[in-house]
């Protein structure tokens, strides 16, 4: 489905994020579903669908308070 192209493109983004050594990052998207539904991410009920996505911001999350 296009929603899950859209979640994977963001999830590609995340991944790419994550190697690189630059410090500011803007992901745009036009799918107002995925943004919707990234920016309620429930972390105890979580999609599976957006796992990847959720463990991909988490792993940021984590090498930002380690460079600090």
Avoid: G, W
């Amino acid at each position: 489905s296009i929603f899950r192209a859209e979640l994977f493109a963001i999830e590609q983004a995340l991944k790419f994020i994550t190697t690189d050594a630059h410090t500011q990052y803007t992901i745009y998207s036009d799918s107002l579903c995925c943004i919707n539904k990234l920016s309620s991410i429930n972390l105890t009920n979580l999609d599976p669908v957006l796992a990847p996505i959720a463990d991909a911001l988490q792993s940021l999350a984590m090498q930002k308070s380690e460079s600090l």
